[in-house]
């Protein structure tokens, strides 16, 4: 026998009995977007390498080590998208949704590729549904965005959940500040990680996010971001949090958020919950006001968030699942005949909009019966080759003998529908 193929380290098959909850998280999601004027948006699911490099940052640990690259036969270098917001904003500039009413908002739901250590809740294709509104640099979006994703995780019963909330100003405060805490790093650089100490220049502001004991402690006493925001800046992020109290959405500033992405300014958020593991980041996002100007477009300002779909589904509760529900069962009692009215029957009932099922497996009679009451099917028709057809309600425990071409007529009427 062949060695059996397995399916990629850090892949899942999303099996039949898996899409009802899936199902729900997408209809939650859409009901609670579309409600607040987010429109549907796809786009492919690899782009020009050129796209993240620039729009997700050269500096990340996306682009450094988590891209799915390839060259295609054309010698492009192509890429399995790791996001969703460098797409969506090459989608806008590419169809010139700069001429729509501003903020276009726009929402999304897809697999997503990195290459990442897999484990519980983290995966390398993964699904995320996403948000993104672009045109606007009012507060009021961005606490709109935030409270929209919070209502779908509330909708979905996320249990244990907090948000994070930040700001990291514009680009200018931003530089001055990593030169401010270079200058701390580089002080303090025999107490920092091998790996801390290697990206002082390239990305300084992971540091935050070590969990190594030194660079802990002299992150401790490093200066904050937030404590150095402009004046426009501070009073941008001041709304945003008016806008959150006046809906009593409960938040931790966190002046030490990053997140694994170089395109935020200002408004940073991120909802975890305690319902997960280590990686309890159920979904985040941002303004990125400067990404459509760094993929060549009008400057525009924008704001958006991801959330996982398989850390929404470890974290929500459960919802009662319905079973299919199936109308009919047609067994078989004969030969030819039988079978091809059996088939005949289950077209019809199928086309009449009821759920039906016919034996495909060559079960003997008793077998049949066993799988029609396994599926709890409503009625069992069973076929011979006569033409006649015992029809069975299975919940009144009554049968009776009909033409076979009456059964789907039957079956209608005894559901209510006809
Ligand atoms: P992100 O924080 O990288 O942001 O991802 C958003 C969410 O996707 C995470 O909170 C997590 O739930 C899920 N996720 C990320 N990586 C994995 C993984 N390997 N396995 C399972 N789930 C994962 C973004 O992607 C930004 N595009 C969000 C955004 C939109 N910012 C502005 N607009």
């Known amino acids: 026998m062949s060695e059996r193929i397995q399916a990629p380290r850090g892949t899942y098959d999303v099996l039949p009995d898996d899409h009802a909850a899936r199902g729900r998280v997408l209809r939650v999601a859409e009901n609670v977007l579309e409600r607040a004027g987010y429109r549907r948006i796809e786009t492919p699911v690899f782009e020009h390498t050129e796209l993240f490099a620039r729009g997700v940052g050269a500096s990340t640990d996306i682009v450094q080590k988590e891209m799915y690259t390839f060259d295609d036969a054309g010698g492009r270098s192509l890429t399995l998208r790791p996001e969703g917001t460098a797409s969506i904003c090459r989608a806008y500039l590419d169809h010139g949704m700069q001429k729509l009413p501003q903020p276009v908002k726009l929402w999304y739901h897809g697999p997503f590729f990195r290459h990442e250590r897999a484990q519980a809740g983290r995966y390398r294709q993964f699904w995320q549904i996403g948000a993104e509104a672009i045109g606007s640099d009012a507060p009021a979006l961005d606490a709109e965005a935030i409270v929209l994703l919070a209502t779908v995780l509330d909708e979905l019963e996320v249990g244990g959940l907090r948000l994070r909330l930040g700001s990291l100003g514009s680009p200018e405060t ?90 935020y300014a200002r408004t940073v958020f991120e909802f975890t919950s305690d319902a997960l593991g280590a990686q309890s980041g159920v979904g985040g996002g941002g303004r990125y006001d400067g990404l459509i100007a760094q993929l060549g477009g009008p400057a525009t300002p924008a704001v958006g968030w991801a959330a996982g779909m398989e850390r929404m589904l470890l974290a929500a509760g459960d919802a009662p699942i319905p079973e299919p529900m199936v109308d009919l069962y047609v067994a078989l009692d004969g030969e030819s005949t039988a079978r091809s009215q059996g088939f005949r029957i289950a077209a019809e009932a199928r086309r009449a909009g009821l759920n039906a099922q016919v034996e495909l497996a060559g079960r003997s009679m008793k077998g049949q019966l066993k799988q029609a009451s396994r599926l709890q099917a409503r009625y069992v028709a069973i076929v011979d080759d006569t033409g006649q057809a015992r029809l069975k309600d299975m919940d009144a425990g009554e049968q009776q003998e009909i033409p076979h071409t009456d059964v789907v007529a039957q079956v209608l009427r005894g559901r209510g529908l006809r």
């Open 174 to 263: 931003r530089a001055a500040y990593r030169e401010e805490l270079q200058a701390h790093l580089r002080a303090h650089a025999d107490q920092l990680s091998e790996e801390v100490r290697s990206r002082i220049d390239l990305n300084p502001l992971r540091a935050f996010d070590s969990d190594h004991p030194g660079t802990q402690a002299v992150m401790q006493t490093a200066p904050r971001l937030l404590d150095r925001l402009s004046a426009e800046d501070a009073e941008h992020f001041a709304e945003v949090r008016a806008l959150l109290d006046a809906v009593e959405l409960p938040y931790e500033i966190d002046p030490t958020l990053v997140r694994g992405l170089d395109y």
